[in-house]
């Protein structure tokens, strides 16, 4: 009764940052299409703190650890490895990424470009994976483990990706069409089998980030904005250095020494 308890607290928690995420994304972003709007620092910095850094890592990091405590997930279930397993796991996952970015006949080529783009994503993507993936998609494989690791699997990586689809409601046009949504649904199961397969969360990041780099850039193309990319826009660099900051010391001082303690 007790672990059952645990479970349904655990899973309690994960909805509930799951939804609130969804919130502060419409807020912040899609009710004023801040992303589309390369001039609004200052709406872009809240959104980017407020949901994704506070909200997609910090409270997200909080619900992960809380599930690891309690036995519901496994580090190594939710993609914490060693330090060789995510650096080999993080090259493949770039090049094949990036392989798939360039096949696409991008609107720039722009390293410049490129970079700010990667960047204006990646707060949003370490966001999307621990959400989405860890919390949501890890989640669910846990509470059907019982079921067999087939069933276990597929249930982890179809919740993640509907997940991943129906928060973009919560966007800027193009991502909150249905059409869109659909197929970011669609794509999101390679993400899902990078995740569930490779089981390294930031191979995932990396690899959902170079899928998301695509779309994006497309979209500021057709929106006229994608000319602002050109010069280096450093508060987007920053907010990316500092969430990947952020979460590499949530992995350090409440992952792994964690475990140390357990094991």
Same mark, same amino acid.
Request: charged share 5%; with cysteine; glycine share 6%.
């Given at each position: 009764m007790e672990?059952?308890?645990q479970i349904k607290k655990v899973m309690t928690f994960s909805i509930?940052? #799951?939804?609130l995420w969804i919130i502060a994304t419409y807020l912040l972003e899609g009710r004023i299409l801040t992303l589309l709007r390369p001039e609004a620092v200052v709406d872009r910095i809240a959104y980017t703190v407020t949901a994704n850094i506070v909200v997609g890592i910090l409270v997200a990091a909080w619900v992960l650890r809380s599930s690891l405590i309690s036995g519901f997930v496994s580090p190594e279930q939710i993609g914490f490895r060693s330090l060789c397993h995510t650096l080999t796991a993080a090259v493949i996952a770039g090049v094949t990424g990036f392989g798939l970015f360039m096949v696409q006949n991008p609107p720039s080529l722009n390293t410049i470009v490129i970079?700010?783009?990667?960047?204006?994503?990646?707060?949003?993507?370490? !966001?999307?994976?621990?959400?989405?993936?860890?919390?949501?998609? !890890?989640?669910?494989?846990?509470?059907t483990r019982s079921k067999g690791k087939v069933i276990s699997l597929l249930a982890g990586i179809f919740a993640a990706s509907i997940?991943?689809?129906i928060y973009h409601f919560a966007h800027s046009p193009p991502f909150n069409q249905i059409?869109?949504?659909?197929?970011?649904? =669609?794509?999101?199961?390679?993400?899902?089998?990078?995740?569930? =397969?490779?089981?390294?969360? #930031? !191979?995932? =990041? =990396?690899?959902?980030?170079?899928? !998301?780099l695509f779309g994006v850039m497309q979209a500021l193309e057709k929106s006229g904005n994608l000319i602002s #990319?050109?010069?280096p826009v450093y508060p987007l660099i920053a907010m990316a250095l500092v969430s990947v900051f952020i979460f590499v010391i949530f992995d350090i001082l409440y992952i792994r020494r964690k475990m140390e303690v357990i094991e």
């Open positions: 672990y059952i308890s509930s940052v #799951y939804l970079m700010n783009v990667f960047a204006q994503v990646l707060t949003v993507s370490v !966001a999307e994976v621990v959400i989405c993936w860890a919390v949501i998609g !890890a989640g669910f494989e846990s509470l997940s991943f689809g059409n869109m949504v659909l197929l970011l649904t =669609i794509i999101s199961f390679a993400t899902g089998i990078v995740y569930f =397969i490779g089981r390294d969360i #930031y !191979a995932a =990041i =990396i690899f959902h980030n170079t899928l !998301a #990319y050109s010069q």
